[in-house]
T-cell receptor, first 110, second 115 residues
Framework: SQKIEQNSEALNIQEGKTATLTCNYT??????LQWYRQDPGRGPVFLLL?????KEKRKERLKVTFDTTLKQSLFHITASQPADSATYLC?????????FGKGTTLSVSS | NAGVTQTPKFQVLKTGQSMTLQCAQD?????MSWYRQDPGMGLRLIHY???????DQGEVPNGYNVSRSTTEDFPLRLLSAAPSQTSVYFC??????????????FGEGSWLTVV
């Protein structure tokens, strides 16, 4: 079955630095990979989607890469701010289902 | 446009009781799904529906039933609640299935405790 791993449960960085979160997957070749943000007590909110034929996608301070050879996606937040503190979830499509990683909790300190 | 609405927000059940978590969306989405989220386990798919009258099982369907009589509504029924079903439940919807590259919209969650 498909397996998706986000290799850090928690990441602590200082304000202004770039946060890099990693998502690895096995046993599947998804056509799309998505990243979501989840704040405590709230539902996940969509951030970015990247297609298998796209190497990189940007949205404001966010950047996502998708390496289908390594089976890995990297999620970058540049010039991080305390308001970026949240849990970030990687998700890959598996046909009629969206499979989620366990998430990485990012804490940005001022 | 309310998006995905879940009720109730919080519920405490006794073991063996049954209940229904309600989910409604006003975006005319064909695809709807239910996830549960547990510490250390992430989001796990319970059931999903690709349209009215069509439902299918996800990764963890045991102990849950669903139906999809309308496009808007996708209730999740707990048949006989067990402490293992203590969790946070999220309903989600999308224009089409995930393999079509559509964004999934989540509700705010329903916190269920079974004692």
């Amino acid at each position: 079955s498909q397996k998706i791993e986000q290799n850090s449960e928690a990441l602590n960085i200082q304000e202004g630095k770039t946060a890099t979160l990693t998502c690895n997957y096995t046993n599947y070749s998804p056509a799309y990979l998505q990243w979501y943000r989840q704040d405590p007590g709230r539902g996940p909110v969509f951030l970015l989607l990247i297609r298998e034929n796209e190497k990189e996608k940007r949205k404001e301070r966010l950047k996502v890469t998708f390496d289908t050879t390594l089976k890995q996606s990297l999620f970058h937040i540049t010039a991080s701010q305390p308001a970026d503190s949240a849990t970030y979830l990687c998700a890959l499509e598996a046909g009629t289902a969206l499979i989620f990683g366990k998430g990485t909790t990012l804490s940005v300190s001022s | 446009n309310a998006g995905v609405t879940q009720t109730p927000k919080f519920q405490v059940l006794k073991t063996g009781q049954s209940m229904t978590l309600q989910c409604a969306q006003d975006m005319n989405h064909e695809y709807m799904s239910w996830y549960r989220q547990d510490p250390g386990m992430g989001l796990r798919l319970i059931h999903y529906s690709v349209g009215a009258g069509i439902t299918d099982q996800g990764e963890v369907p045991n102990g849950y039933n669903v139906s999809r009589s309308t496009t808007e509504d996708f209730p999740l029924r707990l048949l006989s609640a067990a402490p293992s079903q203590t969790s946070v439940y999220f309903c989600a919807s999308s224009y089409a299935t995930p393999n079509s590259g559509n964004t999934i919209y989540f509700g705010e969650g329903s916190w269920l405790t079974v004692v």
